[in-house]
């Protein structure tokens, strides 16, 4: 658990010696847990404040009583019946008895409570005299941004801002919550904190847990805690409703397919062929729809899908290097071309269609921002030979010729990638991929006809799959099941992998 309250001076509600039960006659040890970083005083508040938000008020009210320790500080009581009754001094007195607030918070905080007195003095309708004096000998002196004092002396002339008599009790209630966000949390217990703590313990679990690829939900009766069976490593022909079998034989180019993108609703799909036009596929009847040739027979050499399925991103790079968009007639809507347009051999967009992500001249990664034109270049002291995007659209990975594969994030600067090692790759193109839970995995394929998997908070892989008898050139995983994956390989068979985590049932 975090220990951010453990950090603060002592709050008031925190006696000098061990507290006793009121059923007891032995103290209460005034620290928990086998560690002894545990404040039992801290501890049983946030529970106090749980089981309000629950709605279990009997047994929260029970909880003070019988532990003798109480929700609300005396500062953050006082705060709260002087607020409402408008007794300014009082509330000033009590943020002044606050040992532990800066300077600044301080002043922030009183000059709330003037500011308030003030803005009602005004909407009194005889309160003019009084309002000036309020400005000038309480709030001018705190040391704030002139220009807050200045906009409340404005307010003398335009009465913009006052509070009236309707509206006075919900700007008090603001004004408390608005203390309470200021001043140190033991004042006041910060709403949700358990569940806070909680969800932080799990997330850091799951995070630091080198298998993680579960969606479910993690239980709170154990530390989280996955084997390997949650990573897919057996290789099947999948049954029941999860049958591969083949729906089409795509027939109409003459060369060799040298990339195939599905659009993001699965009804469609792109297929280049080496040196030949891009082609667009009806997948429920297997029949091309329209073959792409534009005004100048552009040869295209990459493609990629907008999120909407409505219109696509190609790379050509004959008669010229360019990158355009065209809809699903083939209209050419936007082009990027000149003498200084690289090749490009890889594209992909972010599922939110706002950044074009291409490798330009085979060492650089170009990030564009469509609505600004915002452009950012990253640079790869390698070949890079194929691009993958995660489903969130915030990082990128590239496979590179030095048998490295670099992460990077779409929308930081930084100039250091995260790093993967360990798979073979020197001649052939190798497409690798993120995958899992969240995405917290990526695989790869390799020369060494193996798959390697990576968790993508560590260099080296956690897996390796072995089957295929050639070199493994592209892998999938599955979007919708994160214990599936898929491989193509050389050997001329695609094979599925799942998580071995029940021999009789795979999927739920």
């Excluded at 049983?44 to 500080?73: C, F, M």
């Excluded at 003019?128 to 001018?140: G, T, Y």
């Excluded at 036009?277 to 329209?290: H, I, P, S």
Aim: glycine share 6%.
């Amino acid at each position: 658990m975090e220990g951010d309250e453990n950090s603060n001076p002592r709050s008031p509600l925190e006696g000098e010696s061990s507290p006793r039960h009121p059923n007891s006659l032995n103290p209460v040890p005034p620290m928990l847990g086998r560690e002894g970083l545990i404040d039992r005083t801290q501890f049983v508040r946030i529970i106090i404040q749980a089981l309000y938000s629950l709605g279990y008020r009997k047994a929260a009210a029970v909880l003070e009583l019988d532990s003798g320790v109480q929700l609300d500080s005396p500062e953050y009581t006082s705060l709260l019946f002087d607020i409402m009754a408008g007794r300014w001094d009082e509330c000033v007195a009590t943020i002044n008895s606050i040992d532990d607030l800066e300077a600044e918070v301080r002043a922030r905080a009183c000059f709330l409570v003037w500011k308030e007195q003030f803005l009602e003095l005004l909407g009194s309708g005889d309160g003019l005299l009084a309002a000036k004096d309020v400005l000038w000998k309480r709030i001018a002196p705190l040391d704030m941004d002139r220009r807050r004092v200045h906009k409340l002396a404005r307010s003398l002339i335009s009465s913009e801002g006052i509070v009236t008599e309707e509206n006075r009790v919900s700007r008090r209630i603001k004004l408390l919550l608005d203390l309470v966000e200021l001043l140190p949390p033991w004042v006041r217990v910060p709403s949700g904190r358990l569940e806070h703590l909680v969800e932080t313990t799990v997330l850091k679990q799951a995070a630091s847990c080198f298998y993680h690829n579960s969606p479910d939900a993690v239980t709170l009766y154990a530390d989280h805690e996955c084997s390997q069976e949650q990573i897919p490593s057996k290789c099947i022909q999948v049954k029941d409703d999860d049958t591969v079998s083949r729906k089409h034989i795509l027939e109409g180019h003459m060369k060799p397919i040298s990339f195939v993108a599905w659009s993001p609703d699965d009804m469609m799909l792109l297929t280049c062929g080496n040196g030949e036009a891009l082609k667009l596929w009806d997948v429920e009847t297997g029949m091309c729809k329209l073959t792409f040739t534009g005004p100048v027979n552009r040869i295209i050499s990459s493609c990629a899908w907008f999120p909407n399925s409505d219109k696509i991103v190609c790379g050509s790079c004959e008669p010229d290097n360019c990158i355009f968009t065209c809809d699903l007639e083939g209209k050419e809507l936007e082009v990027w071309e000149g003498e200084r347009m690289p090749k490009v051999s890889d594209l992909a967009v972010t599922p939110d269609g706002c950044c074009l992500i291409s490798i330009c001249s085979s060492r650089e990664i170009w990030i564009r921002d469509f609505p600004r034109g915002k452009e950012r270049f990253i640079h790869e002291d390698h070949s890079i030979t194929s691009l993958s995007l995660s489903r969130d659209g915030q990082s990128l990975i590239v496979n590179l010729n030095s048998e490295e594969i670099h992460l990077w994030n779409v929308n930081a600067t930084s100039d250091v990638p995260d790093k993967f090692r360990g798979h073979k790759q020197g001649k052939y193109v190798i497409r690798s991929c993120f995958g899992g839970s969240n995405c917290l995995f990526i695989a790869s394929g390799s020369e060494d006809s193996q798959i390697y998997i990576w968790q993508r908070h560590h260099e080296m892989p956690i897996k390796v799959l072995s089957g295929h008898s050639k070199t493994v050139n592209s892998v999938s995983w599955n979007p919708m099941k994160p214990h599936m994956l898929a491989s193509a390989s050389d050997d001329e068979t695609v094979r599925i992998w799942v998580a071995n985590r029940n021999p009789t049932k795979i999927f739920t």
